[in-house]
């Protein structure tokens, strides 16, 4: 996959199927150069924190799990939005929870998108492809949200 820009993605997914299978649907998205995986929100904070010391090493976006192991994802966006040069990363929620507060918690994280498993390919591309214009959700209410796939209608 060659793009003219190189576009990073922080997969953090416990479950090596949904991992599996949410790494195939990003593999089929042109925009995305590179595709890094961690299976617990330890890895995650330590693959965002100390292996990623600069600005040029980290992601473009984070596609995350709520239920991990360790840490669950809920801490993992505490610790990012608590952080300077981590604060304004796209994050996406990729979970099994339709739980409303859950939702609602995470779009008070930050969350630019909530999709509930399994990934939408053209939601999700829709997303790259307007990240630039993608304010921060914490104004919008899960009212912007369409119940059937999970998604904020931007």
């Known amino acids: 996959m060659k793009t003219d820009k190189e576009f990073k993605v922080l997969l953090v997914e416990d479950n090596p199927d949904h991992a599996m299978i949410a790494r195939m649907t990003l593999e089929k998205i042109e925009k995305i150069s590179t595709i890094d995986h961690v299976d617990d929100g330890k890895k995650a904070l330590n693959y965002l924190f100390h292996d990623r010391a600069s600005a040029k090493a980290l992601p473009n976006l984070t596609i995350l799990d709520l239920n991990l192991p360790e840490f669950d994802g809920f ?31 995470a779009i008070d994280l930050g969350i630019i998108e909530y999709f509930v498993k399994p990934l939408d390919k053209n939601r999700l591309s829709e997303i790259l492809e307007s990240l630039g214009e993608i304010g921060n959700l914490k104004n919008k209410s899960t009212e912007n949200l369409n119940w059937l796939t999970m998604s904020f209608i931007s």
């Open 75 to 105: 801490e993992v966006l505490k610790e990012i939005r608590k952080h300077e040069l981590l604060s304004g990363l796209p994050v996406v929620v990729l979970t099994t929870s339709r739980n409303d507060s859950d939702v609602r918690k």
